[in-house]
């Protein structure tokens, strides 16, 4: 009970300083002078952007500025869509060893949670939020993890505000992972493969016999109702299914899965997809993968290597660059990085274009969202960033980050402890007072 | 240095009980570039039982023209020179001669910087793939283990040395796990293909010992104890006050040689060269309040704390580590994973640089640690974002001559000056840019791997079959 209190005291602390840095929302805002970045078309020098309501109106080298619109001079600088990190546990994990700070994993039946709707669990009150938000993550995949089947994912904007302000669309994605038997509650890749068919199966007997299944008049299921009914747009091809796994024979696996139940899948890690890229091409699955990891860390990822994203490109497969380099938690404290991932792409072999592709359209692609994310264009969402150079390089800020036109330039608690203690200096045995 | 400890400390029984400074130490041998005694062990018995086997690998004089040079030891040399010869470097500058028969690298707008160094680093006996059978950094049997040294679990065809040498890491220091209150002694390698730890041992290379705060050993022995963090100060008490008694009866034999030497005890003759200076503390410590007591015990029984690892509250006491002469050897930007990390910030390392005390970007982890430059970059980023200027003269220094001091070897590499190994590495581009890479690392002046020379890129025997292709393509 007292810790639940001290977080709403915490709570409300944030809700204040959200408050604070909410500017008005009806408005124009003219972007220019900036080196734009479309990614649907080649970069614009001098360009001009301009968002209207939340929504960019027009992008371009000779646009009209609007009366009345507020003018921001980005010469000197570089303009892109938000940045969008497609594989992450913000706002699921807040304090990786403190357990009642993780909702990311559901305990499901039998290695099962596809009913799992892991946005329920976020917390839009996380810490981890502004960080991301201030270097030009906008919008974010948030994944479950664990068991065979981990649950539904969602796309959220990295706005503050309540877990409905943040969503996008819920689902996403169906998430299952084929690379460890045990987690799965089997003995082998082989049998993994069969229990995941079976929960194909019985959700494809189970779509056409609801009325049986309802009067009690139907077999046994290898899963419980729920699981079932969630497990029916990922049969039916509507809502994709990311399939965690490393190994290039689990990837051959997954893709015959795939062809066979004619699932729309993602393959998310994928540390050995170079060695299947053709098939993937060929397949039309993107791969989501990073490129800073080439560590062997287990026989079912001992082709991993940096070139990856880049091969993968090369062979034609669309690429999401996320945070895979197994340190320095990517995927929550580290959102940030992945402008990392992308400079490290590009130095091992990626065009600079499709690494900016990379996290922006191409995850907008695979999550069906490019009406509204991912390029600058007119009709997509103000999800805007200005850079004040080269977005990878780590001497480049963020300095302003619009989403859906709207800046919440909210001093972050490390923020808050660096000014804390760069003003004091000298606080050892003195109280810290503030 | 102990008398200043003293004087510091208010306490008298503390001093009483302190160990008489170098006095009592035996001389100790100083060993040459081709192995013999270790400055860390030589006290006797235990004077240095697995002796360095390395030989340096086949070297031609190198000259390296046309580079940016961070010498790590002053400012950035534009369009300079270096000359490696005889495994030294014999000159830098802005031009250099050229000796007869010299390989010449022209470097047009290229850098170079000394080997990078990782002082934190569980390469070997954490290696890859991995899992239990190779699972050999935490001796987590006992929270006290000053017994055991890393180097026993070290395997030499752990894959991820080739990749860390391809990073352009040339140094490591190999330390046990943070199960432990006292985990053990580290080793000092150099990032060479070898069929034996000892062939990877730097000569002369001083050991250090690990000390971990926190939660991991009071998580790791909840059942047996301890369970809480008052037990591990207890714990890390008792184990210097055994140790001081152990350290008073071999050093008065030492003295006199007269009648039976008395019995000898592992873990006590690693914890009596720690108070006789010998051995370097490395802490694994996270939250200021505790480093200050780890300083304070480090008081009590008279020996110094080398650095902090981890630190990640270090800039909140960086005033105190900068008066204590220690170092912080510190992430970038990892936080939060435990509530001990939570009040991380990336600003750490230009803070704890600016009051003064040495900061170390160190890795504790075989990805991390091939990027050391560039995890350098965010922090020196971070710092110039905060309003604390930190330049690329500074930063050079955090992976380079700072950790080779915290590892005792700052005389012999770390920086790019005349009379130093040659430990170089030459980038693509700035070190600190996210799309420059290593192209050629040298240990000792040798060629040890060239990213466009598959002949040069050293393969593990676990690689052989079962990692289907060269890297670097």
């Not at chain 1, 890690?269 to 860390?297: K, Q």
């Not at chain 1, 001093?411 to 760069?422: N, S």
């Not at chain 2, 270096?82 to 047009?108: F, H, M, R, Y």
Request: proline share 6%; net charge neutral.
């Amino acid at each position: 009970m007292k810790k639940r209190s001290h977080q709403s005291i915490r709570s409300l602390a944030v809700a204040a300083a959200i408050v604070i840095a909410m500017p008005a929302a009806a408005q124009t805002i003219a972007i220019t002078g900036g080196r734009v970045f479309p990614v649907t078309g080649p970069a614009i020098d001098g360009g001009t952007v301009i968002v209207t309501n939340g929504k960019i109106t027009a992008v371009g080298a000779n646009v009209a500025i609007p009366a009345g619109a507020q003018r921001i001079d980005a010469t000197g600088k570089w303009v892109t869509p938000g940045f969008i990190n497609s594989s992450t546990q913000l706002g699921v994990v807040e304090v990786s060893a403190v357990t009642n700070t993780r909702d990311m994993s559901a305990r499901g039946k039998d290695n099962i949670a596809a009913a799992f709707t892991v946005w329920d669990g976020l917390n839009p009150n996380s810490v981890m939020l502004a960080p991301a938000r201030n270097e030009g993550i906008t919008t974010v995949a948030v994944i479950p993890a664990g068991g065979l089947v981990s649950g539904q994912a969602a796309l959220l904007n990295v706005v503050p505000g309540t877990t409905t302000d943040m969503i996008v669309k819920a689902p996403v994605a169906m998430v299952a992972e084929i690379g460890d038997a045990s987690s799965a509650g089997v003995s082998s890749r082989g049998e993994l493969m069969v229990k995941l068919r079976e929960l194909l199966e019985d959700t494809r007997y189970f779509q056409t016999r609801r009325a049986a299944y309802d009067r009690a008049e139907t077999r046994d299921f290898a899963a419980s109702r729920l699981d079932l009914q969630a497990m029916i747009p990922v049969i039916e091809g509507r809502l994709p299914l990311i399939i965690t796994v490393d190994r290039a024979s689990d990837i051959d696996a997954a893709l015959r899965l795939a062809r066979e139940f004619n699932l729309k899948i993602i393959i998310g890690g994928g540390a050995e997809a170079w060695m299947v890229a053709d098939r993937l091409a060929a397949a039309r699955v993107p791969v989501l993968t990073g490129a800073m990891n080439n560590i062997p860390g287990g026989f079912s990822a001992l082709g991993q290597r940096q070139e990856n994203a880049a091969m993968l490109r090369r062979a034609g497969v669309s690429v999401a660059l996320i945070g895979n380099a197994g340190g320095g938690d990517e995927e929550a404290f580290n959102v940030r990085n992945l402008k990392q991932e992308a400079g490290n792409a590009v130095a091992y072999g990626m065009s600079w274009d499709d690494a900016l592709r990379s996290v922006t359209l191409t995850p907008a692609e695979i999550f069906g969202v490019t009406d509204r994310f991912g390029s600058l264009q007119a009709g997509r969402d103000g999800n805007v960033v200005i850079w004040s150079g080269d977005p990878f390089e780590f001497t480049t800020r963020a300095e302003r980050v619009f989403i859906g036109g709207r800046e919440y330039p909210e001093m972050t608690r490390q923020d808050m402890l660096t000014e804390r203690y760069k003003a004091l200096p000298n606080t050892y045995n003195t109280p810290v007072r503030r | 240095m102990r008398a200043l400890v003293c004087m510091v400390l208010v306490g008298t029984m503390a001093c009483a009980s302190r160990p008489v400074p170098s006095t009592n130490t035996p001389p100790r041998a100083r060993s040459d570039s081709t192995g013999g005694v270790g400055l860390g062990a030589a006290s006797f018995p235990n004077a240095d039982p697995f002796p360095s086997s390395y030989v340096p690998f086949p070297a031609r004089p190198t000259v390296i023209r046309g580079v940016n040079i961070f010498t790590a030891a002053g400012p950035l040399i534009r369009n300079g020179a270096i000359l490696l010869q005889n495994g030294k470097i014999t000159a830098v500058g802005q031009s250099v001669d050229v000796p007869a028969g010299a390989v010449v690298i022209e470097g047009a707008g290229k850098y170079v910087t000394p080997g990078i160094i990782d002082n934190h680093s569980h390469l070997g006996v954490y290696p890859s793939p991995g899992g239990n059978a190779l699972s050999d950094g935490n001796e987590s049997t006992n929270p006290t283990t000053p017994h055991v040294w890393a180097e026993h679990s070290v395997w030499p065809q752990d894959p991820q040395f080739p990749r860390n040498l391809a990073g352009g890491v040339t140094t490591l220091q190999v330390l046990p796990g943070s199960a432990n209150l006292i985990g053990g002694r580290s080793v000092v390698l150099k990032v060479v293909p070898s069929r034996t730890v000892q062939g990877m041992k730097f000569p002369g290379a001083r050991y250090g010992m690990k000390m971990a705060c926190g939660e991991n050993p009071k998580r790791v022995y909840a059942g047996r104890g301890p369970a809480t963090r008052m037990g591990n100060v207890a714990g890390y008490r008792a184990a210097w006050i055994g140790a001081e008694a152990y350290r008073r009866r071999w050093d008065k034999w030492n003295a006199d040689r007269k009648g039976d030497p008395p019995a000898r005890d592992l873990g006590n003759e690693t914890l009596a060269e720690v108070l006789r200076g010998n051995i370097f503390i490395h802490n694994h410590c996270y939250r200021a309040d505790e480093m200050a007591q780890m300083i304070d015990i480090s008081k009590e029984f008279g020996y110094k704390i080398r650095s902090f690892h981890h630190g990640v509250e270090a800039y909140k006491l960086a005033d105190l580590l900068a008066r204590e002469g220690i170092s912080g050897s510190l992430w970038s930007d990892w936080g939060s994973f435990k509530m001990e990390a939570l009040d991380a910030v990336r600003a750490n390392l230009a803070l704890v640089d600016r009051a003064g005390a040495r900061a170390i970007v160190h890795s504790d982890d075989p990805s991390g640690s091939q990027r050391l430059t560039q995890e350098a970059a965010k922090a020196m980023a971070a710092g110039n974002a905060a309003g604390i200027p930190v330049t690329e003269e500074q930063a050079i220094k955090w992976v380079t001559i700072n950790p080779a001091w915290t590892i005792g070897l700052d005389d012999r590499i770390g920086s790019l000056e005349a009379g130093k190994n040659a430990d170089v590495v030459l980038w693509s581009g700035n070190p600190f840019s996210v799309y420059s890479r290593p192209e050629k690392v040298w240990i000792d002046g040798a060629l040890l791997y060239d990213r466009f020379d598959p002949a040069q890129q050293w393969r593990t025997d676990f690689e052989l079959g079962f990692v289907p292709f060269a890297r670097n393509q």
